[in-house]
């Protein structure tokens, strides 16, 4: 069982930077590939990006390649993404998800393989 929180949402103007995290509990995070999702209000909820076991692999949907960066501390048990260069079409909920990765390799894309998810956190960006 992996309970996860995400933090650093907020309200940033067209062209600003935030800086979500999400700790999980347990001890087992480095056996779990992250992912990072978004809800838009109406939208269905799309990927956004994810990180393997180790960190060295890393997918960002098209939107968000070149502005967004994940990463991870396994030591602190915890996922990063970093929001640059923000638009109006990035406000959204935020939610980090946990995908049981028993072989390392690369992260997945698919919702539906994750099996533990956070309760989003808000971004909201306006002019």
């Known amino acids: 069982q992996v309970q996860l929180v995400e933090s650093g949402g907020g309200l940033v103007q067209i062209g600003g930077s935030l800086r979500l995290s999400c700790a999980a509990s347990g001890r087992t995070f480095s056996m779990y590939a992250m992912g990072w999702f978004r809800q838009a209000p109406g939208k269905e909820r799309e990927f956004v990006a994810a990180?393997?076991?180790?960190?060295?692999?890393?997918y960002y949907a098209n939107s968000v390649k070149g502005r967004f960066t994940v990463s991870r501390d396994n030591a602190k048990n915890t996922v990063y993404l970093q929001m640059n260069n923000l638009k109006p079409e990035d406000t959204a909920v935020y939610y980090c998800?946990?995908?049981?990765?028993?072989?390392?390799?690369?992260?997945?894309?698919?919702?539906?393989?994750?099996?533990?998810w956070g309760q989003g956190t808000q971004v909201t960006v306006s002019s």
């Open positions: 998800a946990a995908d049981w990765a028993v072989v390392p390799g690369p992260p997945r894309q698919d919702q539906n393989e994750y099996d533990y």
């Open positions: 990180i393997s076991r180790s960190g060295g692999i890393t």
